[in-house]
C-alpha cells in the first residue's frame, strides 16, 4: 500500500521556481498532537498564571489584615496592662479606705472582696476558682483578660460600699453636736457642784458658758427644732433632734430664732443669751443627751475653746 503523503506547494511573487513541501499524513498527525499539547499546555500555563495572580493579591490582603490585627493586638495587650495596674492602684486604695473605715474583720473583707492589692496573684472568687491573671510582661488570653475584668467589677462594688458606707458617715456625722453653741467661757462644767441657789452637793447636767446677754446661739449640729419651751427652771428654751436618739438642750434664752418643727443645720442661729428662768446672769446652759441620758458634752465638741 502506497504512503499518502500531503503536498503544499509555494508560488512566489517573482520568477523562481516553484516550490514544492511534502508531508506525509503520519507527520502530520504527529505535528497536530504536538501542537494540541502545546495548545493545553498553554492554556494551563495562562490559568496557572491568574490563578497566582489571584492568589498574591489575596496574600498581599492577608499580610496587612494581620499586620493590622497585630497592631490592635499589641494595642489591646497594653491597654490590658494598664488597666492591670489601674486596678492594683484602686484596690490599694480600697483596701486603705477599708482601714479608715475600721471594715477590717475577715468576713466583712471577704464580703467586699478586697484582695492583697496584688494582682498577680488574684484569682477568680467563682466556685471552683478561675484563671489568675498574669504578671506584666506576659501574654494576656481572652480568660485572663475577662479575670481582670472581673476583678476590676470587684473592686468597683467595694469602692461602691465604701461610698455609701462613707456617706453614712458623712450624714452621722453631720448630726453629731461638734462645735460650741456659743462664744464664752465654761462657768461651770459637767460634774457635781455646789447648787448657787440651794447651796447644796448635786451634780450639773450640762455646761454653763457664761457670754454678754443677746450674743448668738447656734446650732452644734443638722436637726429639727423638736420643742420651744419656756419654764421656771430653764427659762426659754430649745430643744434639737439630730437623729440616732441625740437630741441637744438650750436653756435660759432671751429669744427664740426659729420655729418647731424646723430643719437646721450646724451653725444656723437658733436664738439668743439670756438669763431667763433660773439664772444669776446671762449665760447658756448647755446639754447633750442620747436616748434621754445626759453625757458630757466635751466628748463631742471638736473645736478649741
Not at 490590658?80 to 489601674?86: A, D, F, P, S, V
Not at 423638736?226 to 441625740?246: A, E, R, T
Amino acid at each position: 500500500m502506497s504512503k499518502k503523503f500531503l503536498s503544499l506547494i509555494i508560488v512566489p511573487h517573482c520568477a523562481q521556481r516553484f516550490k514544492t513541501i511534502t508531508v506525509s499524513q503520519k507527520t502530520l498527525k504527529l505535528l497536530g498532537v504536538i501542537g494540541a499539547f502545546a495548545a493545553i499546555a498553554m492554556v494551563g500555563f495562562l490559568v496557572d498564571y491568574f490563578a497566582m495572580n489571584v492568589t498574591r493579591a489575596k496574600y498581599k490582603a492577608l499580610l496587612s489584615e494581620t499586620s493590622q490585627q497585630k497592631k490592635q493586638l499589641s494595642e489591646y495587650e497594653q491597654s490590658i496592662r494598664k488597666l492591670r495596674e489601674t486596678v492594683k492602684n484602686f484596690e490599694n486604695y480600697a483596701r486603705k479606705l477599708n482601714v479608715m473605715a475600721g471594715l477590717r474583720s475577715p468576713e466583712v473583707m471577704e464580703e467586699l472582696g478586697i484582695g492583697s492589692g496584688d494582682t498577680t496573684d488574684i484569682e477568680s472568687s467563682e466556685p471552683g476558682g478561675g484563671p489568675s491573671i498574669p504578671p506584666a510582661g506576659q501574654a494576656v488570653s481572652l480568660q485572663e483578660a475577662q479575670a481582670l475584668a472581673l476583678k476590676a467589677e470587684d473592686v468597683g462594688k467595694n469602692l461602691d460600699v465604701l461610698a455609701s458606707f462613707f456617706e453614712a458617715q458623712t450624714i452621722k456625722l453631720a448630726s453629731t453636736p461638734t462645735i460650741w453653741p456659743t462664744i464664752g467661757w465654761v462657768s461651770s462644767p459637767f460634774a457635781y457642784r455646789d447648787d448657787p441657789f440651794t447651796g447644796k452637793r448635786q451634780f450639773h447636767y450640762g455646761i454653763d458658758i457664761a457670754t454678754n446677754f443677746g450674743n448668738p446661739i447656734v446650732a452644734t449640729a443638722n436637726g429639727i427644732v423638736i420643742s420651744l419651751g419656756n419654764d421656771k427652771m430653764g427659762g426659754k428654751n430649745i430643744v434639737i433632734s439630730h437623729g440616732n436618739g441625740i437630741t441637744t438642750h438650750y436653756l435660759h434664752l432671751s429669744k427664740f430664732l426659729v420655729k418647731s418643727g424646723q430643719k437646721i443645720k450646724r451653725g444656723d442661729v437658733i436664738g439668743l443669751v439670756g438669763n431667763t428662768g433660773k439664772a444669776r446672769g446671762p449665760h447658756l446652759h448647755y446639754e447633750v443627751r442620747v436616748n434621754n441620758r445626759p453625757v458630757n458634752p466635751y466628748n463631742y465638741i471638736l473645736e478649741e475653746e
